[in-house]
């Protein structure tokens, strides 16, 4: 039984659904094209999306979680990147999945994990329930995690030159706790999870995470 079955998200069973997790600056939105375009030249469908921000409503959350000036409580932030995620579940990643394709999604509820309940500290388990409930226990194939210190993670964001958002602005704390705890989680979800050092060369990154995908599509 594959893991989305198990986790009760029902599709006609031919897609397959790819998310990418990690810091900020961590280099998995260039792995996500690279990953989309490689299977497109394969002549795969893709779809690549990301959260926040892939549906319309999403757009516009996006731009509040990201950009609005002055704080937000962290149980609203909660709130908001689940309200995203159920409405880019129920009327984006599951029709593309339910039409045989390959979602390659930057980002998904190990995020919310990850930021809200380890950098906001709320409770992990808590963070994690809401995001199942918003997405009706969907979960992925394969989540490529790409680890890197987040020091270095902020050195090539300031190397970037582009204002920093409400999130990438947060402490080096927040950023540690960050990167803790989806270690963590990958650690219990050994299967689930693809853990790569995001400070290894691009090709590389791209050459492992190709392997994995092709095995998957071979099985
Ligand atoms: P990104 O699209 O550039 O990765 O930016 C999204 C930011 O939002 C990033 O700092 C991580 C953060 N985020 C959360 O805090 N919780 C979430 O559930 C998601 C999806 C993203």
């Known amino acids: 039984m594959s893991r989305r079955e198990e986790s009760g998200l029902v599709t006609a069973g031919r897609g397959l659904w790819i998310t990418l997790e990690g810091g900020d600056g961590s280099g998995k939105t260039t792995q996500a094209r690279l990953l989309a375009e490689w299977l497109g030249a394969e002549g795969r469908t893709v779809l690549h999306t990301r959260e926040p921000g892939g549906s319309e409503v999403g757009r516009l959350i996006r731009d509040i979680v990201l950009h609005h000036r002055g704080d937000i409580a962290p149980r609203a932030e909660a709130l908001l990147y689940a ?13 593309a999945l339910e039409r045989g394709e390959v979602v390659i999604q930057d980002r998904y509820l190990d995020s919310s994990v990850a930021y ?15 995001s199942i409930w918003a997405a009706e226990g969907a ?24 204002p920093f958002d ?3 602005a947060e402490k080096d704390d927040f950023h540690r706790r960050v990167r ?25 990154i791209a050459d492992r995470i190709r392997a994995r995908v092709r095995a998957l599509l071979e099985h």
């Open 180 to 204: 803790d705890a989806y270690l963590r989680l990958a650690d219990a979800e050994l299967e689930r999870f693809l853990v790569i050092d995001g400070a290894l060369a691009p090709d590389l």
């Open 139 to 162: 979960l992925p194939d394969l989540t490529v995690l790409l680890d890197i210190d987040p020091e270095a993670a902020r050195r090539r964001l300031d190397a970037d030159d582009k």
């Open 166 to 168: 409400r999130l990438e």
């Open 116 to 130: 809200q309940g380890a950098g906001r500290v709320l409770d992990a388990g808590q963070v994690r329930e809401l």
């Open 83 to 95: 309200a995203d995620r159920a409405h880019h579940v129920a009327t984006v990643v599951r029709p």
